[in-house]
Nanobody, 126 residues
């Protein structure tokens, strides 16, 4: 019902910036993009998938894991069916595959539910 495609990943030096995009295609049976909470998770080699940031369908409330607060900004453009993750002051420990996700509720957002993209690799060199 919802297909997500991430883009914008790549290789960057520590201290640099990247902007990830998540383009959504929503089938008629899936409602509208604006009805979904959007989130970003990441998975580093040998580790589990962890929460990074989320934004409510209105865009009025955002949430971040402590390690990215003040450096990352999540946003959305409902007219373009796209969510974004602006990443500044990147650190080597931010290296991971970043996944976009769409859920009916931020409260239930997690690896076991919702819709997921294929991921985009972010590599931060020291």
């Amino acid at each position: 019902q919802v297909q997500l495609v991430e883009s914008g990943g790549g290789l960057v030096q520590a201290g640099g910036s990247l902007r990830l995009s998540c383009a959504a295609s929503v089938a008629a049976s899936g409602g509208t993009f604006s009805s979904y909470a959007m989130g970003w998770f990441r998975q580093a080699p040998g580790k589990g998938r962890e929460f990074v940031a989320a934004i409510r369908w209105t865009g009025g409330s955002t949430y971040y894991t402590d390690s990215v607060k003040g450096r990352f900004t999540i946003s959305r453009d409902n007219a373009k069916n796209t969510a974004y993750l602006q990443m500044n002051s990147l650190k080597p420990e931010d290296t991971a595959v970043y996944y976009c996700t769409a859920h009916n509720s931020i409260a239930t957002m997690g690896p076991g539910a919702g819709y997921w993209g294929q991921g985009t690799q972010v590599t931060v060199s020291s």
